[in-house]
């Protein structure tokens, strides 16, 4: 086999998805479905701008192992004009092929633990359902739970900034190519990220990473795909749930996909080119903003 058949044998999976998504958001684009519910125009201006979030969403994700939700979220929030309950439905919807493009970009590189991705993708489907349950029951209170995940996440990112610049008394988590095996641990964290999920609307890739690391001494490569594989069931359901509830707006959403596949392979490509410290530095950052985005919410001030 040469290297151009190598190369598209490894590709299909993810030029499947392209002609799936780019099939959805022809159909939706042209038929005018869900007209009716004053979605922003798309044009060609913006469609292009919702390919380029897309890609940029998927780097991150393919990199730093997210799904990608803080880049598109907030975008179709504050910059395409979309309600939030809008935003948060048709982002997870995007996330469903960015964990698939993404996950599947580390398995063929090895790049996640799969024994891991079973227990938490596993019990992380139940903790979606509970958690879509408890959105109807919590919505008036998504402000205070985001004050509270804005504090939670503080302490990951200080902590991973501290260890990637290399200051004094970092911890040094280990390397390998498989997870210590912690199957009542990853069926509980599972199933919390789970709940995260639903109440929420995001994939739950910034949960996953640190806590892999940090509660469980996983590998810092492994832990990128091993999230990114576990939040496809994640996705997979809870945008299933919104997609049935009328909360996606299908056209915008596909063509956020089409660019989160396209730009988490490249992030699953270029990983192993980063040293552990940086990756740790790099998440650290983008958890900082997080944090600072889910504290300033809660006192009226949009951070983008």
């Known amino acids: 086999m040469n290297a151009a058949t190598g190369f598209w044998k490894k590709q299909a ?3 499947v998805l392209l002609a799936i998504v780019g099939a959805v958001a022809a159909w939706a684009l042209t038929s005018g479905v869900q007209a009716g519910k004053s979605l922003p125009h798309i044009g060609v201006t913006q469609g292009v701008l919702l390919v380029i979030i897309g890609v940029a969403a998927g780097l991150l994700g393919g990199l730093i192992g997210t799904g990608g939700c803080s880049v598109m979220l907030p975008s179709l929030n504050f910059w395409m004009g979309y309600s939030a309950p809008i935003a948060i439905g048709t982002t997870l919807f995007a996330v469903i092929f960015t964990a698939i493009s993404g996950g599947y970009g580390h398995l063929v590189r090895r790049n996640l633990d799969k024994r891991a991705t079973l227990w938490l993708g596993g019990f992380g489907i139940l903790g979606v359902l509970l958690g879509s349950w408890l959105f109807t029951m919590l919505s008036s209170q998504t402000a205070l739970l985001g004050l509270v995940l804005g504090l939670a996440f503080a302490w990951p990112a200080v902590r991973m900034i501290w260890e990637g610049v290399g200051l004094p008394g970092g911890r040094v988590v280990k390397e390998g190519a498989t997870m210590t095996p912690h199957k009542t641990g990853w069926a509980v964290f599972g199933a919390a990220i789970g709940v995260l999920t639903g109440i929420v609307g995001l994939g739950g890739g910034y949960a996953l990473v640190p806590g892999l690391i940090y509660l469980f001494g996983a590998p810092v490569y492994l832990t990128m795909g091993t999230s990114l594989a ?16 009328g909360y996606v707006a299908i056209a915008a959403g596909s063509l956020l996909a089409g660019g989160t596949i396209i730009g988490a392979q490249i992030g699953a490509a270029v990983i192993k080119r980063f040293k552990p410290a940086t990756l740790k530095l790099i998440f650290g950052l983008y958890f900082l903003y997080v944090s600072v985005k889910f504290i300033t919410a809660y006192f009226g001030v949009q951070v983008w």
């Open 13 to 15: 999976p993810t030029l």
């Open 230 to 245: 576990t939040m496809i069931p994640l996705a997979i359901v809870g945008g299933g749930i919104k997609l049935a509830g």
